[in-house]
């Protein structure tokens, strides 16, 4: 049915178009004939492609897929890097659209460290840091488990920091992505992986060997968004609306068990601690600071 309301909404918006100089979407934005949409190629379960040509499935794809209807066009994903998901959204790069496993928090939304502010609309899923590991390797239950070993993460993560303040005895071991730090894993170059849970249990879909710490993480909530520039308000607007419809019908728990089904096997309150709740969006959306 959403297929379908999708295809008629952008059928209706062609035809407006064809009719007068007024575009779809609240803002007439963005230009173009398509959405480019920044997202992840290599995580499994979120954001995933197997090869150029390859069909790209994952959570994060859903909602990429959902925010390019909100404005009326087809999208055209482009695979983003963690560290330059914050400098293409400053409106002059060849992305539109972030959707990335990427937080919404108030360095992002104010510009930090000369990095553009940006706003977010979202969340779209609730997730906290933990731990990948072996199957096969020593036990790790606790922190204290982890003294002493070499716990990688990648730039431009919310990740890299947590680790880095905390005064576990843990060694920070960076890389440049998500799928470098699980080969270091898999090679026993480093002991642990550390990110997001959401993003660790896509990981377990591919590499049955590996496996989350249960019940371990570390640090605060991470609030995942849908990133666009500032001056947009009106399209973040009508992403929010498109999110907040989604999160209350029945497709956001189908299609989040369906691309990470390893998280309802692991954690049977699942949706109560993934699953955003109505008021949260209203709190992080199209927002100069959280709440604001």
């Avoid at 706003?119 to 922190?143: E, I, N």
């Avoid at 189908?254 to 008021?279: G, V």
């Amino acid at each position: 049915m959403r297929r379908i309301r999708s295809w008629i909404t952008l059928t209706s918006c062609a035809l407006l178009a064809f009719a007068t100089t007024t575009a779809c979407g609240s803002d007439a934005w963005p230009g173009g004939e398509e959405v480019r949409i920044g997202v992840k190629g290599d995580q499994p379960g979120t954001g995933f492609q197997n090869g150029s040509y390859a069909v790209r499935s994952g959570f994060d794809i859903k909602i990429a897929r959902l925010a390019a209807d909100a404005l009326h066009k087809p999208p055209d994903f482009k695979n983003v890097p963690s560290e330059d998901r914050q400098t293409d959204l400053d409106g002059k790069h060849h992305i539109d659209l972030v959707v990335a496993t990427y937080s919404i928090n108030n360095p992002r939304l104010t510009g930090s460290n000369g990095l553009p502010a940006h706003d977010f609309a979202g969340p779209y899923a609730v997730t906290y840091q933990g731990f990948l590991v072996r199957k096969k390797g020593p036990r790790v239950r606790r922190m204290s488990d982890l003294k002493g070993k070499r716990v990688c993460t990648w730039t431009g993560t919310t990740s890299t920091p947590t680790i880095d303040q905390r005064t576990t005895g843990l060694v920070p071991v960076q890389d440049s992505d998500a799928s470098k730090c699980v080969a270091d894993l898999l090679s026993g170059a480093v002991d642990a992986v550390s990110s997001d849970q959401l993003i660790l249990y896509g990981f377990t879909q591919v590499h049955k060997n590996l496996e989350v710490v249960p019940h371990l993480t570390i640090g605060d909530a991470q609030y995942y968004g849908v990133g666009l520039p500032k001056k947009h308000r009106g399209a973040c607007a009508d992403i929010k609306q498109a999110l907040k419809e989604y999160v209350k019908s029945e497709d956001w728990s189908r299609d989040f068990k369906n691309e990470l089904p390893s998280i309802p096997a692991a954690d049977p309150n699942w949706e109560s601690r993934y699953k955003p709740r109505d008021a949260q969006l209203d709190t992080y959306s199209c927002r100069d600071r959280i709440g604001s």
